[in-house]
T-cell receptor, first 113, second 116 residues
């Protein structure tokens, strides 16, 4: 069946280090992927997206990598800051008559000072 | 640009009571979504509106949940009667487009519902 999941529930990193958050998806027909950041008491906030015809996309301090061969998505955060502490979700989108986003379980990123 | 507004922010009710949540999307956004987010999980889509029409309500428990979007702007989500397992955060999101076009969704702060 369709599923989007994250490999680890928590990730702790030292401030200034790079963070890598991984996500696996199972629907090879998904055509669009998004990473969201959710801080306590707030709704998810869009970070970066990538279409299935790309394998890499860079934003400000963030990079998303897509490996369609193994159905793997990752979010890299450079020079992690305390403000990056949050729960991160990957989501996949399948275009079609009932297109919608399917979110995976969140992973908590904790930044140590 | 104002974000997605939701109210109330918190609600505590007893099981079998009813509750309603309100959402005001970003001005001009045609598509509105209601999600249920159980603690520790990602949001799960309950219903999607395109203007005032329902696009997808396949995961809405229709025996107890209902939603409407009058005039294609504000929306309300109702639960009647509530069950313990309905305890969750209810998120509203909106996007400029929906369906097959790029669909960056903007989320509101959510309403945290506790059913006792």
């Amino acid at each position: 069946g369709e599923s989007v999941g994250l490999h680890l529930p928590t990730l702790s990193v030292q401030e200034g280090d790079n963070s890598i958050i991984n996500c696996a998806y199972s629907n090879s027909a998904s055509d669009y992927f998004i990473w969201y950041k959710q801080e306590s008491g707030k709704g998810p906030q869009f970070i970066i997206d990538i279409r299935s015809n790309m394998d890499k996309r860079q934003g400000q301090r963030v990079t998303v990598l897509l490996n369609k061969t193994v159905k793997h998505l990752s979010l890299q955060i450079a020079a992690t800051q305390p403000g990056d502490s949050a729960v991160y979700f990957c989501a996949e989108h399948l275009t079609g008559a009932n297109s919608k986003l399917t979110f995976g379980k969140g992973i908590t990123l904790s930044v140590r000072p | 640009e104002a974000g997605v507004a939701q109210s109330p922010r918190y609600k505590i009710i007893e099981k079998r009571q009813s509750v309603a949540f309100w959402c005001n999307p970003i001005s001009g956004h045609a598509t509105l979504y209601w999600y249920q987010q159980i603690l520790g999980q990602g949001p799960k889509l309950l219903i999607q509106f395109q203007n005032n029409g329902v696009v997808d309500d396949s995961q809405l428990p229709k025996d107890r949940f209902s939603a409407e979007r009058l005039k294609g702007v504000d929306s309300t989500l109702k639960i009647q009667p509530a069950k313990l397992e309905d305890s969750a955060v209810y998120l509203c999101a909106s996007s400029l487009f929906g369906g097959n076009t790029r669909l960056e969704q903007y989320f509101g702060p959510g309403t945290r519902l506790t059913v006792t």
